[in-house]
Structures are given as C-alpha cells and as structure tokens.
C-alpha cells in the first residue's frame, strides 16, 4: 500500500501584524522625540521667564541709583547755570560801575577845570579895564585835528554901555617845515572872518575849529575888533599846549 504525500505548513509571522509592529515602533519613536523637543522648548521658555523675573526683581534695586544719580546731576547743571548766570549779571554790574565811576571822575575833572578857568578871569578883571580877552580854553572833539573853544570877553567900563563887535582867532604853526598863520574862516570853515559878540559885561562865546592834516599848531592868537573900529583894540596870543586840554 502505497503511502500519501504529506502537506506541511510552515508557520511564519502575518504580515500585518508585522506592519502593526512597524507602525508602532514609528509612532514611539516619533512620540519620544516630541517629548525630549518640546521638553527643551518648554525648558528654554522658562529659563526666559525666569530671566525676566530676576531682571524684573532687580531693577528696582540696580537702576534707582542710576536715576538718584542723573537727578542729582541734573540739579547741579542747573545750578552751576545759574551761578555762571550770576557771575556774568555782577560782573557786567561791576564793569558798569567801573565806567560810571571813571565818567564821574572825568565830569570832576572837567569841572575843576571850568572852576580854574573862571577863577583867573575873575582875577583878570580886578587889575583890568574895558574891552578883554579874559580866557580861552581849546579841547578835542573826539574828531580827527578837530578841537571846540571856549572863548570869555569882559566889558569893565564904568559906564553900562553895551559892548559890540567880533572877535578874530588865528593859529599859528608849522606845515612842510614852512610857517604858516590860519585865519578864522580857514580854521572854522566858514566865509565869515569872526565871531560877533553883544553884551555889557560878560560873554563867553564858542565854537569848533579844525586844523588841516599835518599841520603841526604853535601859538593861538585872539583879537577884539569893536563896532567902528577897522583895527583889533585887544590881542591875546597862548600857547596851543597851554589852552589845549584832552
């Protein structure tokens, strides 16, 4: 008797549930790797939460000296500007002072001047009679050779007569080596040949005279030329240093 061929089956793993397996292990690895990820994401966001909270912690401690120090060095910009203000406000009132004071001084000169000046023409007409030249007193304008005078005529007549006529002003000096003589109307640029005069007593007249450039003045010479009278009855001559006065 003849025997049947047997049939074996050999066991082997399914196929889907190789794939299940395949899947799973995917899905663990995948699954893990999200955790270690956003276990470091969550790690550094708290490390910066907790960063903000230590600078929010030490701000207050770490920047109020900072802030107490701009304050006070703002108060004392402040206050230096209002010293230099101060300073410049008294320096500027001493200065102001200062130029006062030399004005003040200057009108006293001047004034002691007049006073010495009225004085020898006071004493001029106790020894003098009639028609004089009493006093004549030249200072600078300021001007380039330009110069103002002050001119005093007595009248010591006993009777009360008015007095009347003009008085006539030459100076006297050097130009190119050369001597020259200027009249009035060269020296006050004018046509007229004097100064007109009217009074019973007293009269001080005045003016301005200029010198021409690079004449170099010696002498002044005044004359008095009464109404009537062709010639000059009174000449006084000075020295330009002596009635010049700055």
Do not use: C
């Amino acid at each position: 008797m003849s025997k049947k061929p047997r049939l074996i089956v050999q066991h082997r793993p399914s196929l889907i549930k190789q794939a299940v397996v395949a899947v799973l292990g995917g899905m663990l690895i995948v699954l893990l790797s999200w955790m270690v990820l956003d276990y470091s994401h969550w790690h550094y966001v708290y490390g910066r939460m907790k960063l903000g909270e230590v600078y929010k912690s030490a701000a207050p401690t770490d920047l109020a000296p900072r802030l107490d120090l701009q304050a006070e060095n703002e108060t004392l910009r402040e206050q230096i500007a209002i010293l230099e203000r101060s300073a410049q406000v008294d320096k500027q009132a001493v200065l102001d002072v200062q130029s006062h004071f030399r004005e003040l001084q200057d009108q006293i000169s001047k004034l002691k001047e007049e006073l010495e000046f009225y004085r020898g023409i006071v004493s001029a007409t106790k020894h003098g009679s009639g028609l004089r030249v009493q006093g004549l007193q030249l200072s600078a304008t300021g001007e380039e050779r330009q110069y103002h005078f002050k001119l005093v005529l007595t009248n010591m007549d006993k009777g009360d007569k008015v007095a009347s006529g003009k008085v006539t002003m030459s100076v006297e000096g050097h130009l190119g080596g050369a001597t020259q003589t200027l009249d009035y109307a060269t020296l006050a640029g004018t046509a007229a040949d004097g100064l007109p005069f009217r009074f019973k007593h007293f009269q001080r007249l005045e003016g301005t005279i200029r010198v021409p450039p690079g004449f170099d003045p010696a002498r002044v010479g005044v004359g008095v030329v009464p109404d009537g009278d062709r010639d000059a009855k009174e000449i006084k001559s000075y020295e330009w240093g002596k009635v010049v006065t700055k």
